[in-house]
């Protein structure tokens, strides 16, 4: 089975520029995340979805962050314009199913091998 | 505000010994709890994940959760230089289903 695939792996640019970033979530798995991990943090939930809908964006910054999931498939972040303190790693995962009915193993996460985003 | 909260470390533990490691979650809500290890440089993998008060065991790893004292912990027997990792707890709240990971201890195995 095919993993999390995310693209670019390593980005350089400069305060200001645009910049985004493609996911493909493990196929058949409803549930897409994009994480934020600052160096030396623990992973910071920036937007999930639910197939092609927005279960949660409170801790995205909306001014300058932005994410589609268009056919409940592959999903892009982009930031635009970029901080210097935007400089961090991106982690996409997903997850068969994250219900309301009770725990369960669908709700365990996989995570890509994320894209390295410097800003200078 | 959501919180998961773990000692960041280092902890520093003998080759042979067992390693430790606690996680706090504020949400009394929360149902579901995971331990993902995490090496420098790579992403999170999942170790371990406990729904019910009690103790889980899977080899050498042991997760305890405790829901009325809002704990869980990570248990590592027999600790190898190449657990030395990064250990991520994370919470997921059902109801509002909402994902929350703490920051991390960082445990170091000596040989």
């Known amino acids: 089975e095919a993993g999390v695939a995310q693209s670019p792996r390593y980005k350089i640019i400069e305060k200001r520029q645009s910049v985004a970033f493609w996911c493909n979530p493990i196929s058949g798995h409803a549930t ?6 600052i160096l030396g943090q623990g992973p910071k939930l920036l937007i999930q979805f639910q197939n092609n809908g927005v279960v949660d964006d409170s801790q995205l910054p909306k001014d300058r962050f932005s994410a589609e999931r268009l056919k409940g498939v592959d999903s892009t972040l982009k930031i635009q314009p970029a901080k210097l303190e935007d400089s961090a790693v991106y982690l996409c995962a997903s997850s068969f199913f994250f219900g309301t009915s009770g725990p369960s193993l669908q709700e365990t996460q996989y995570f890509g091998p994320g894209t390295r985003l410097l800003v200078l | 505000q959501k919180e998961v909260e773990q000692n960041s470390g280092p902890l520093s533990v003998p080759e042979g010994a067992i390693a430790s490691l606690n996680c706090t ?23 371990m994940s406990i729904y019910s008060n009690g103790d889980k065991e899977d080899g050498r790893f042991t997760a305890q959760l405790n829901k009325a004292s809002q704990y869980v912990s990570l248990l590592i027997r027999d600790s190898q230089p190449s657990d030395s990792a990064t250990y991520l707890c994370a919470v997921n709240e059902k109801l509002y289903q909402k994902v929350t990971f703490g920051t991390g201890t960082k445990l170091q195995v000596i040989p």
């Open chain 2, 25 to 47: 979650y504020s949400d009394r809500g929360s149902q579901s709890f995971f331990w993902y290890r995490q090496y420098s440089g790579k992403s999170p993998e999942l170790i």
């Open chain 1, 32 to 37: 897409l995340y994009w994480y934020q991990q």
